[in-house]
């Protein structure tokens, strides 16, 4: 046997040694080569890159007051889009100065949880529906839908987000009497404009802004500190931005903070599908609804969704909503603004149509209808509609959304109304906000800095339309955003 044994080897041996053998043996060992390195090189939808960083415990305390990008990881892209700058010569009957107010000099102290935001970072995380908000996507999308306001539009963006950077309270807050909303609005603001805490110029009014709504939710989860301060505006507001920030930034914290404050929208809707004012409480009347209130939640539960928020019946609340204003609307398309106020405006068919909208059911027969109503509506600084900035920043989605020429011809009368009436300072007031006969001029009504700030951030998120959330029409049951992407996605934790 071992002799058997011999003979083989001994043949194998003068075989492999030849050219034949040679041959074969090399092509074998590059198969084999081949197969292990493809196992290796498996496709992947992204790379992970993580990095540990030791720090001790009292960094970890003080993280809020000394974070700042690494130095190792690209800032987040957040550059102005080619040809708009904010000195750029206005178009005409537009003032071109710019002068800023002081900044506040009495410093106040804002304590919060050392982890209220947790130190980790991700980055090229975003949803596909707000990739406009890069450099590349606002230049796009300006020149694609801005026609010749685009640029007009991003220049007084600019200079509005210089006003909100330099009149932030040093809490993180904006305006007067501790108004959450003011803040929920300021931070959807500079979101829109695809700033986050990593931005080079505005990360630190964004942190501010996140640090301030996180230390005003309470432990319900509602975005009210002190009992009675606040309101359910304020909340749904506050939980928009909150779900807007975590969909942008991802840091883990924040879900936590997204999800409390979505289940209080959750477990306050009405049997109707809306809401009511003055309470998220239990129960409810089916003679008592809000079309207003409910817009607002209806933007922060989409938002939440988008983000990922896991709260059980969220999609099944969105779809109520759905009912609720398809029960609401008139036979004209138009939509009421409650029981006791019948009347039909642009303002409230604009909240009606964009919820439909943004909850999946733009092309449905009742959103066509509201579009219809809408077709008359006006962008008139000298004869404004009711509430016209409030109006304004539904009735613009609205339309953009509807595209084409309805879109054109709205562009044309908002944007210009706009761009033409902000103050030389980068803020707005609203138009015709003095009442015939109370004695109070639009002055005095319309220059108070809470006042500034309401007006100036819904003027702004109007000219942020064209790259804010890119114009598609995703139904509830898309999937909400995963951390899949084409893009590496870098991690830090702290």
Request: net charge negative; proline share 6%; hydrophobic share 35%.
């Amino acid at each position: 046997m071992d002799l058997r044994v011999r003979s083989l080897h001994k043949n194998f041996m003068e075989w492999a040694a030849g050219p034949t053998g040679s041959i074969t043996l090399h092509i074998i060992a590059i198969v084999l080569l081949f197969t292990f390195a493809s196992q290796l090189t498996t496709e992947k939808t992204s790379e992970i890159e993580v990095k540990m960083v030791e720090v001790d415990q009292k960094e970890l305390e003080d993280l809020w007051e000394d974070l700042k990008p690494p130095e190792d990881l690209p800032v987040v892209d957040t550059v102005t889009p080619p040809d708009v700058d904010i000195d750029m010569p206005p178009p005409p009957d537009i003032t071109d100065d710019f002068s800023a107010s002081p900044m506040p000099d009495t410093p106040t102290e804002l304590e919060i949880a050392s982890d209220a935001i947790s130190p980790l970072i991700i980055k090229n995380l975003a949803p596909g529906n707000m990739r406009g908000r890069t450099s590349e996507g606002q230049a796009a999308a300006i020149g694609k839908y801005g026609g010749q306001w685009g640029k007009y539009a991003e220049a007084a963006v600019l200079r509005a987000l210089e006003w909100l950077r330099i009149n932030q309270n040093p809490d993180g807050s904006w305006g007067h009497n501790d108004c959450e909303a003011y803040a929920g609005l300021a931070l959807l603001t500079y979101l829109a404009h695809g700033e986050t805490v990593n931005s080079q110029k505005y990360g630190d009014t964004v942190q501010k802004a996140i640090r301030y709504l996180v230390a005003r939710q309470n432990d319900k989860g509602e975005f009210v500190k002190t009992e009675g301060a606040g309101g359910v505006y304020g909340h749904a507001i506050c939980t928009y931005a909150i779900s807007e920030a975590y969909s942008m930034t991802r840091i883990p914290s924040l879900k936590t903070s997204m999800e409390r404050a979505t289940q209080i929208l959750i477990n306050g809707q009405k049997p109707h599908g809306g809401y009511i004012m003055y309470t998220f409480g239990p129960g409810g009347d089916n003679n008592r609804w809000d079309v207003s209130l409910t817009g607002f939640c209806a933007q922060a539960l989409k938002a939440a969704y988008i983000a990922g928020a896991e709260n059980e019946g969220l999609k099944a609340c969105m779809e109520k909503v759905v009912k609720f204003y398809k029960d609401k609307q008139r036979d004209d398309g138009g939509f009421p603004y409650s029981a006791a106020n019948p009347g039909r405006q642009p303002n409230m068919t604009g909240v009606g149509v964009l919820a439909l909208q943004l909850l999946g059911y733009a092309t449905d027969s009742a959103t066509t209808r509201g579009l219809s109503f809408l077709a008359s509506a006006d962008a008139s600084w000298n004869n404004p509609p009711q509430a016209p900035m409030y109006s304004w920043y539904y009735v613009t989605q609205a339309k953009f959304h509807q595209g084409g020429a309805h879109w054109n011809n709205w562009n044309n009368k908002v944007m210009p109304a706009l761009i033409r009436n902000q103050n030389e300072d980068g803020s707005w007031f609203s138009p015709g906000l003095a009442l015939k006969g109370d004695g109070v001029t639009r002055e005095d009504r319309g220059q108070g800095i809470s006042t500034k700030v309401y007006a100036t951030t819904l003027a702004a998120l109007s000219l942020q339309v064209y790259y804010r959330f890119l114009p598609t029409y995703q139904p509830i049951s898309t999937e909400a955003i995963t951390h899949t992407s084409s893009d590496d996605i870098q991690i830090e934790i702290l």
